[in-house]
C-alpha cells in the first residue's frame, strides 16, 4: 500500500474519532479533514466539485436546501402547529400511540416522496407536539429516523441509495416495489413493536398537559390561511414531481430548486424568515463529508475494500450476496451510505457480470437492503439522519452521536438479519 491510502485512512479515522467524541463542532471536524486530503493531495483540486461519484453530491446538496427553504415557508402558516395539536389529540398524550402515529405517517410517505424531504416536514410537528406535551421530542425524532430509514427502503425514490442502485443496475420502481417493499413491510412492522421496548425508558406522560392540549382549537393555530393553500399547492406539485422524477428523469434537486422558488413567490415578505430556516450548518457538513469520504474513493481505498471482498466470494453467489449485504450494512454506517453506494454500485455491477440474472439481480437487492438499513448505524450514516438533529439542535435539542448509535446499532442489525434470511429464502432456497 502507498503512501496516499495511509494517509486517507489515518485522516479519515481521526475525523471520526473527533466527531464520535463530540468534543470538536462535527462541521470544524468535516472542514478540516476535507482541507486536510486537498492539502495533502488526496483529492483533485476541480474533480471533487464536479464529480457526483467520488465528490460532493451537489443533487443532495440542493434537494436539501430547496426543502428547508420549502419548509420556512409552510411553517410561517402555523401548519405545524395545527398538525402538531391534531397529533398530541389523536395519540390523547399516550407517548407509544404518538410515537407509533409519527412512526406510520413516516413510514408511509418516506417510500412515495423521499424520506430525507419527510423528515424535513414531519420533524417541526414533532418539536410542536411535544412542547405542547410537557416531554423531550428527542425520543421521537430518533424513532422517526429509523423509521424513515426503513421505509424509503421499499422504492426507487424512497431513499438516494435507492435511485444510484436503480440506475447503475436498470432496475424500475416496479421492480423495487416487487423485490424491496415484502421485506420492508415486513421489517417496519417488527420495528414499530421493537419500539416499545427500546425507548420504554423514554417515555414521559403529564396528564395536564395532554388534557390542556385535547382542548386545545387547532384551527386557531392557522395565522395566514391563504399562504397555506398556495404553499399546500406548491408542496403538492412537488411531490407529484418527487414520484414521477424516476419515469421523466427529472433529479430531485430540480424539483427541490423549483418548488422553493415557486415557494418564495407565492409567499411574498417571508422570504427572509424562510432563509432563517435553512440549516446552513447541516449543508456545510455534508459538502464536508463528501469531500472527506472522496479522499477514500480518489485514494482507491473503498475500491480496494470491494475488489478484495469480490476476490473473496468468488463464483459463491449467495457467499457474494450475503457479503455485500452485511458489508454495505457496516461501511455505509462509517462512511454516509450515499458516497459509498456511489463507489461501490460499479465494483457491485463487475462481480455479478457472471452470474445468471436472476442471481445478479438478488446480489443487487441484497445491496439496496445493506445500504438502505446501513443509514440506521450511525448519526452521519444517511441524509435523514443528519437533517433531523440538524433542526433538532435548532429548536434547542441536542441529540448526540451515541445516544442516536446506541438505538441505531440494535435496528442495524436486526433489520440486516431479517434481510438477509429474506434474500436466502427468496432467491436461494
Known amino acids: ?8 485512512i489515518a485522516v479519515f479515522l481521526i475525523a471520526f474519532g473527533l466527531i464520535v467524541s463530540e468534543r470538536v463542532s462535527k462541521v470544524t471536524v468535516v472542514l478540516a479533514a476535507a482541507a486536510a486530503m486537498a492539502v495533502l493531495g ?48 389523536m395519540s390523547r398524550g399516550r407517548p407509544y400511540r404518538l410515537m407509533v402515529l409519527l412512526m406510520v405517517i413516516t413510514g408511509i410517505a418516506s417510500p412515495l416522496i423521499d424520506n430525507v424531504t419527510v423528515v424535513m416536514l414531519i420533524a417541526p410537528v414533532t ?28 422504492t426507487l425514490i424512497g431513499d438516494p441509495p435507492n435511485i444510484i442502485i436503480g440506475t447503475r443496475a436498470g432496475l424500475t420502481f416496479v421492480d423495487f416495489l416487487v423485490h424491496m417493499a415484502p421485506i420492508v413491510g415486513i421489517v417496519f412492522v417488527g420495528f414499530v413493536l421493537l419500539t416499545r421496548l427500546m425507548f420504554r425508558r423514554e417515555f414521559e406522560y403529564h396528564p395536564e398537559r395532554a388534557a390542556e392540549v385535547m382542548a386545545l382549537d387547532a384551527r386557531a ?10 404553499s399546500l399547492v406548491v408542496l403538492g406539485l412537488m411531490i407529484g414531481g418527487f414520484f414521477l422524477h424516476a419515469f421523466v428523469h427529472i433529479e430531485p434537486a430540480i424539483v427541490a430548486m423549483l418548488g422553493a422558488g415557486a415557494m418564495l413567490l407565492v409567499a411574498r415578505g417571508v422570504a427572509t424568515e424562510a432563509f432563517r430556516e435553512v440549516e446552513w450548518r447541516t449543508l456545510v457538513f455534508f459538502m464536508g463529508l463528501f469531500v472527506m469520504v472522496a479522499g477514500l474513493v480518489h485514494t482507491g481505498v473503498i475500491g480496494a475494500i470491494g475488489h478484495w471482498a469480490a476476490d473473496a466470494v468468488g463464483d459463491d453467489w449467495f457467499l457474494a450476496a450475503s457479503s455485500v449485504l452485511w458489508g454495505s450494512a457496516v461501511f455505509g454506517a462509517l462512511f454516509d451510505n450515499i458516497p459509498y453506494v456511489a463507489t461501490m454500485a460499479p465494483i457491485v455491477e463487475t462481480v455479478v457480470a457472471g452470474a445468471p440474472p436472476e442471481i445478479g439481480q438478488a446480489v443487487w437487492w441484497a445491496f439496496a437492503l445493506g445500504a438502505d438499513f446501513s443509514g440506521n448505524g450511525t448519526a452521519i450514516a444517511a441524509s435523514a439522519n443528519v437533517v433531523t438533529i440538524g433542526i433538532a439542535a435548532r429548536a434547542g435539542y441536542r441529540i448526540s452521536f451515541w445516544r442516536f448509535t446506541k438505538y441505531g446499532i440494535v435496528t442495524v442489525v436486526l433489520t440486516t438479519a431479517a434481510a438477509w434470511l429474506y434474500i ?5 432456497l
Open 1 to 8: 500500500m502507498t503512501a496516499a491510502p495511509i494517509l486517507a
Open 42 to 89: 488526496l483529492i483533485p483540486g476541480t474533480g471533487v466539485f464536479y464529480d457526483e461519484h467520488a465528490g460532493i453530491d451537489w443533487n443532495v446538496v440542493f434537494l436539501l436546501f430547496g426543502m428547508m427553504v420549502v419548509v420556512g415557508v409552510v411553517k410561517q402558516t402555523g401548519l405545524f402547529d395545527y398538525l402538531g395539536i391534531q397529533a398530541a389529540k
Open 127 to 154: 418539536i410542536v407536539v411535544a412542547r405542547r406535551l410537557g416531554i423531550s421530542p428527542i425520543p421521537y425524532l430518533i424513532a422517526e429516523i429509523l423509521a424513515a430509514n426503513i421505509g424509503g427502503a421499499s
Open 221 to 230: 393555530a392557522i395565522v395566514d390561511a391563504r399562504l397555506l393553500v398556495r
Open 424 to 428: 436466502w429464502l427468496r432467491y436461494f
